[in-house]
């Protein structure tokens, strides 16, 4: 009998997360969310300052590891205020994976700067050191200590590589580079809450990371986002540009530079702080998810769920199928008939490059990023799906 991908990828998810209809991702409240939720009422404190921003704060820096964290609106936010403070500017280029989230361009464009596009790697599905040494050897050059690009005359000042589905991109290797081409790293791990590189978590290895806690994403404040830094000073710009830039005093408004009104109310904070309680429990759960598909997918040919790179511990935040290169046609036929049977799944971003703001902007090569955009998809990843599976 031919085998039928599309209807043995349905088998495969049902045996492990059962028959009933099922989001991508879903967000989980079985901690203190509604306690800390009604102390944020009863104290009338919901807005701009509060206890639970601050314990919010406190409370990533030490999960993180990172010295500093700075609670801000959304991810995108921390990824425009980290460009400024590394001193992206008008007319700069800042190199990032063609294969990402729609912020991550979006928040170089702020800064009046120009996204630069870069291959992926199989592996990690997030950006190839080695093809992004060799293309940046062959097209730029150092002139006053700046990486310019010989193309366009323009400075790239700074690299943006992401933790794709939470998989840990070769980090050491891009700060190897980053050293070399004397490009600031700021790390987008927005998807990698949780993600470790040899023990040390994602986002504590550039000059900053950026985090999200969007509701799709591994713990949610509704909508939020943080700035991780090791740079003590760093830490005081990022807060007090996205406070407004306004100078402590008890009455009067003085505000020293052009500020952004980007703080985390203490409302979503303190489901922040209540989620974050939560977080080695979702963590368990996701990689217990990702063993049980691994198991139901280990007799479908064709196709295979994306593991964490040996040295790290990915957060498994969404599952993901990768389709063999020889099966990539048949990617629209999985995602209908995966939704056709209530389970929503999702194919990867297209390509940054192929959208109307982004067409003409510079890109190396991108051969990896253009077959993985045709050949990945995302299944039902929630955490607490599958537990009572056989
Ligand atoms: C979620 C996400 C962001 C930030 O998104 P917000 O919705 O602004 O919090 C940034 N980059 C990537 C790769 C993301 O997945």
């Known amino acids: 009998m031919p085998s039928n991908l599309p209807q043995d990828i349905v088998l495969a998810i049902k045996s492990v997360v059962g028959d009933a209809p099922l989001a991508l991702h879903e967000p989980r ?19 701009s300052v509060g206890k639970f921003v601050d314990r919010f704060e406190d409370d990533l820096a030490n999960f993180t590891g990172a010295r500093r964290a700075v609670a801000v609106v959304n991810g995108t936010a921390a990824l425009h205020v980290s460009l400024l ?31 630069h596009f870069v291959d992926s790697e199989d592996r990690s599905l997030g950006m190839d050191a080695v093809a992004l040494r060799d293309y940046l050897s062959g097209t730029t050059e150092m002139r006053s200590g700046q990486c310019i690009n010989r193309g366009t005359g323009c400075v790239i000042r700074a690299m943006v590589p992401m933790h794709t589905f939470g998989h840990p ?17 700021i790390e987008d791990a927005a998807e990698s809450l949780g993600s470790t590189v040899a023990g040390r978590h994602t986002g504590t ?3 900053m990371g950026t985090l999200s806690f969007n509701g799709n994403k591994t713990i949610t404040t509704g909508g939020g986002g943080a700035i991780l830094t090791n740079d003590i000073e760093l830490g005081k710009r990022a807060k007090h540009i996205t406070t407004t830039a306004k100078l402590p005093h008890r ?3 003085v505000h020293d530079e052009v500020g952004y009104n980007y703080r985390l109310p203490n409302l979503n904070a303190a489901l922040g702080c209540a989620q974050l309680e939560q977080l080695p429990d979702f963590l368990r759960n996701k990689r217990r998810l ?32 990768l389709l063999d290169e020889s099966h990539a046609d048949q990617r629209d036929a999985v995602l209908a008939a995966t939704n056709d049977a209530g389970l929503m799944t999702r194919p990867i971003w297209a390509l940054m490059n192929r959208l109307p703001m982004y067409a003409n902007a510079p890109k190396a090569p991108l051969p990896v990023a253009e077959s993985l955009e045709q050949r990945v998809i995302n299944i039902p990843s929630s955490s607490g799906l599958g537990s009572v599976a056989p």
């Not at 991109?169 to 790293?185: E, K, S």
């Not at 964490?308 to 199928?321: D, F, I, K, M, V």
């Open 85 to 115: 403070l590394a001193g992206v500017k008008s007319g700069d280029e800042v190199l990032l994976p063609a294969l990402t989230f729609i912020a991550t361009a979006n928040a170089v464009a702020y800064c009046q700067a120009t996204p």
């Open 169 to 185: 991109v070769d980090i050491d290797a891009l700060l190897a580079i980053a050293y070399d081409f004397h490009l600031h790293l």
């Open 290 to 321: 990702f063993e049980q598909y691994q198991a139901a997918f280990a007799e479908v040919h064709g196709v295979h769920l994306v593991a964490e790179p040996a040295g790290c511990r990915s957060n498994y935040w969404l599952q993901t199928l």
């Open 251 to 253: 009455w009067h408004f």
């Open 29 to 47: 409240f079985n901690g203190n969310e509604w306690t800390y939720l009604k102390e944020c009422l009863d104290s009338t404190f919901v807005s």
């Open 205 to 207: 290895f550039g000059l």
